[in-house]
C-alpha cells in the first residue's frame, strides 16, 4: 500500500505497507528509514491544518486509509535532510526471501544500497564482494526494471504466476473514461467575475490558480453528484516565468479549511487561468498532474470523486470562457504511483522509465494529456447566501486586505438593502476576522449565523466586529 504524506517541505510517498495491518507508527517508521533525523511539529493528521490526528491505535484500513491516501503533517524543516546511505550496514547473502515486490530505488528501504555476495574464486577461496543493488560493476542497470533490485535480489526463487503479477504492477493500459462522475459543476458568477478580472489585469499571460470550496449534490441518478462551488480562496503563489505557478507555503491552510467546515463548505474543486493555447491543448502535464493529485486527496485515495477541474482563458473576442474537466481514474493511479512525469512537450505526459504504458496495443512513452479529461458541463448560479466583495488574500497586483476595507463594506448596513449579516457573509471577509477572532469560539457561531439566516447573529458579535472595523455608531 502507498500513503502520501504532505508536509510544510514537499509530498513524500511511503510505500510497502501492509494495507490490513500498518497503524500511523509504521509511517514513522517508513518515513525515519531515509530521513532518520526528522523531527515532527504536528502529528499525521487527516486536514492540512493537522487538526484532526490520525488514530495511532487503529489501523489504517480502520480508518478509512487506502492505497494512494494522502495524510498531512509539519515537520521542522532543518531535519528533513534525505540520508544518501540509509544504514551504515550492509546485507550479507541476499535480502529477505520474503520480499514479494519491488520498488523504486528512490523509495528503498535501508540495507539495499549495497548487496554483499560470496564469489567463489578458481583457487578455491571465498571472497566477499559489494555490489550495488540497482547497476552491476560496469554501471549497466541489472534491475527488473529502470532503477528497481534484480529479481535475484528480491526474491531467490520466482513462480511465473509471481511474475506476471508483479510485472502487472507497473504496467498501464491506457484508454479514456466514458463519463465523468459529476453530472455538472454550478459556479458563483461573482466570484469567477472577480477571478476572470484579475487576470485580466495582466492580460492572461500569466497563471493562476485558486480553490473551489462548495457543496456536493445527489444528481439526477445516484450515480452522479452536482458540484455547487460557492467561494474561491487564491492560496500564496507565484507566476512561473516559464509558464504556470509556483505553489508557496500558506499559513493560513488549516484556517481556511476550518472556516468552510464551519460554514458546511469543503474543496469541491480549483481554477487556474492560462494565456489562450492552441485549439485542442486542453491542459498541460503539470496541471494534468496536480488535477491528478488534487482528485487523489479530495477522494482519500484512488476512488471517484464529484472534484472538479475549472479552466479560465480568454478567446480572440475578448470574453472569458469557463470548461470544467474531471481526471480519469487510470490518471490518479498513475499519478499516485508517480508513473507520470513532466517532459518537453508540455501537451503529453511522460511515462516514468519504471513503468510501461500501453496505448492501442503498443508500448508507448508518453500520453497525451486529453486521454486523461472527461468534460463536466457548467452552470452558473449567484449565490443565496456568499457575496464576493472583500479583497482576495495573496494577490500582488491588488491591495493587501486592511480595516479600511472591512470597514467600507460593513458600511453599507442598513443602506441598499444590505443586513450586516449578508456583508459579513464574504468569504475572503470571515477568513480575515479570523485573525482577529477566536476561531473556536466566536468563529463556529458566526458561521452558524451565516450559513443558516434563520439563527440571528448575537448582537455581542456585531458589536465586536463594528469595534474590529472602527465604524461609530454601532452597526
Not at 502520501?4 to 497503524?23: H, P
Not at 480508518?63 to 544504514?87: F, W, Y
Request: aromatic share 8%; hydrophobic share 35%.
Amino acid at each position: 500500500m502507498l500513503i502520501r504524506v504532505r508536509t510544510n517541505v514537499g509530498l513524500w510517498r511511503v510505500e510497502l505497507l501492509d494495507g490490513s495491518s500498518a497503524k500511523s507508527d509504521d509511517i514513522y517508521k517508513t518515513i525515519a528509514i531515509t530521513r532518520p533525523t526528522v523531527a515532527y511539529q504536528a502529528p499525521l493528521s487527516f486536514d492540512p491544518g493537522c487538526t484532526q490526528p490520525i488514530n495511532p491505535n487503529l489501523t489504517l484500513a480502520a480508518q478509512n486509509l487506502g492505497h494512494g491516501s494522502m495524510v498531512h503533517c509539519r515537520v521542522d524543516p532543518a531535519t528533513t535532510i534525505e540520508a544518501k546511505a540509509p544504514s551504515a550496514s550492509v546485507d550479507v547473502d541476499v535480502p529477505d526471501s520474503n520480499a514479494v515486490s519491488a520498488a523504486p530505488a528512490s523509495s528503498t528501504a535501508a540495507g539495499t544500497t549495497l548487496i554483499t555476495r560470496r564469489k567463489i574464486l578458481p583457487d578455491g577461496t571465498i571472497q566477499l564482494v559489494h555490489e550495488n543493488s540497482v547497476t552491476d560493476a560496469k554501471g549497466r542497470d541489472r534491475g527488473f526494471r529502470k532503477g528497481m533490485l534484480s529479481l535475484r535480489d528480491m526474491k531467490m526463487h520466482w513462480t511465473l504466476a509471481e511474475f506476471t503479477a508483479m510485472d502487472a504492477q507497473y504496467t498501464f493500459q491506457i484508454k479514456r473514461q466514458d463519463e465523468a462522475w459529476s453530472e455538472n459543476v454550478s459556479l458563483d458568477s461573482s466570484s469567477c467575475n472577480n477571478f476572470q478580472n484579475y487576470l485580466r489585469n495582466f492580460k492572461f499571460q500569466r497563471q493562476r490558480f485558486g480553490y473551489l470550496y462548495g457543496t456536493f449534490e445527489q444528481g439526477e441518478t445516484n450515480e452522479k453528484t452536482k458540484v455547487r462551488a460557492e467561494c474561491i480562496y487564491e492560496p500564496p503563489q507565484e507566476a512561473n516565468p516559464s509558464g504556470g505557478f509556483i505553489h508557496l507555503h500558506d499559513d493560513d491552510e488549516g484556517k481556511v479549511e476550518n472556516l468552510a467546515s464551519m460554514l458546511g463548505l469543503k474543496r469541491v474543486g480549483w481554477i487556474f487561468g492560462h494565456p489562450p493555447r492552441e485549439k485542442g491543448f486542453q491542459f498541460s502535464s503539470s496541471e494534468v498532474i496536480m488535477a491528478a493529485e488534487l482528485q487523489l486527496e479530495a477522494a482519500n485515495g484512488v476512488e471517484p470523486t464529484g472534484f472538479v477541474s475549472v479552466k479560465v482563458t480568454v478567446g480572440d473576442d475578448g470574453h472569458a470562457s469557463f470548461e470544467a474537466f474531471q481526471i480519469s481514474k487510470l490518471c490518479m493511479e498513475m499519478v499516485a504511483e508517480q508513473a507520470l512525469e513532466v517532459g518537453a512537450k508540455p501537451g503529453f505526459c511522460y511515462v516514468n522509465e519504471s513503468f510501461t504504458a500501453i496505448q492501442e496495443g503498443k508500448e508507448s512513452t508518453t500520453v497525451e494529456n486529453n486521454f486523461f479529461l472527461t468534460l463536466v458541463p457548467i452552470v452558473q448560479h449567484q449565490s443565496k447566501i456568499f457575496i464576493c466583495q472583500f479583497p482576495f488574500a495573496n494577490r500582488d497586483l491588488e491591495p493587501q486586505q486592511t480595516m479600511d476595507d472591512l470597514k467600507r463594506q460593513l458600511a453599507k448596513s442598513g443602506s441598499q438593502g444590505w443586513s450586516f449579516i449578508d456583508l459579513l457573509s464574504d468569504f475572503n471577509l470571515l477568513l480575515y476576522l479570523c485573525h482577529f477572532l477566536d476561531v473556536d469560539i466566536d468563529m463556529p457561531n458566526i458561521c452558524r449565523s451565516v450559513s443558516n439566516r434563520d439563527i440571528p447573529l448575537d448582537d455581542g458579535y456585531k458589536l465586536i466586529i463594528s469595534g474590529i472595523a472602527g465604524l461609530e455608531g454601532g452597526y
